[in-house]
């Protein structure tokens, strides 16, 4: 049964130049169980683009400071929630999808949030935008992203 719903959308864009993590601003939410033995069910996905060739974009899930929803460690492999990889030639950013189930064991309220990432360390990672924006035309999207959760009872 679902308790309650919180949502984020955001339509403006942000841009990102470094390979250091970084709040994407809009796409956080706050949400406070009923029971600490409810979970929170987080649906979450960050449209991104890049313009310069070729970008691994990066996402963290995170509750408050601890990040959440990671792949398994594996050699150097960093540990993300979900991983876009995009080029600087389309005109329509590519999608970064989570869904995950949290237990956050508290009655205290909780943010989410989403955090992004270039890994390549070269050009500029926007979201809600593409990298090939030169164009005012009817085939360059402008799009959003959203972030929510909800508490589902134990």
């Known amino acids: 049964k679902v308790l309650q719903v919180v949502s984020a959308t955001k339509t403006d864009t942000s841009s990102f130049t470094s390979t250091t993590f970084a709040d994407i601003s809009g796409l956080s939410v706050a949400i406070t169980p009923s029971s600490s033995s409810n979970k929170i069910l987080i649906l979450s996905y960050a449209n991104c683009g ?3 060739g070729n970008a691994k974009i990066a996402i963290k899930l995170l509750r408050d400071s601890t990040i959440i929803n990671l792949g398994d460690a ?3 492999r ?4 979900s991983s876009v990889y995009v080029n600087s030639s389309n005109a329509s950013p590519f999608s970064a999808m989570s869904n995950f189930l949290d237990s956050p ?3 205290s309220s909780v943010t989410y949030k989403l955090q992004a990432g270039n890994l390549d360390g070269n050009g500029t990672v926007y979201v809600n935008r593409p990298g090939d924006d030169w164009a005012d035309a009817t085939n360059h999207a402008s799009v959003t992203s959203t972030i929510t959760a909800m508490e589902i009872s134990a």
Do not use: Q
């Not at 960093?78 to 929630?81: E, F, G, H, K, N």
């Open 50 to 52: 890049y313009d310069y």
């Open 105 to 107: 064991s508290t009655t």
């Open 78 to 81: 960093i540990r993300l929630s």
């Open 74 to 76: 594996a050699g150097n």
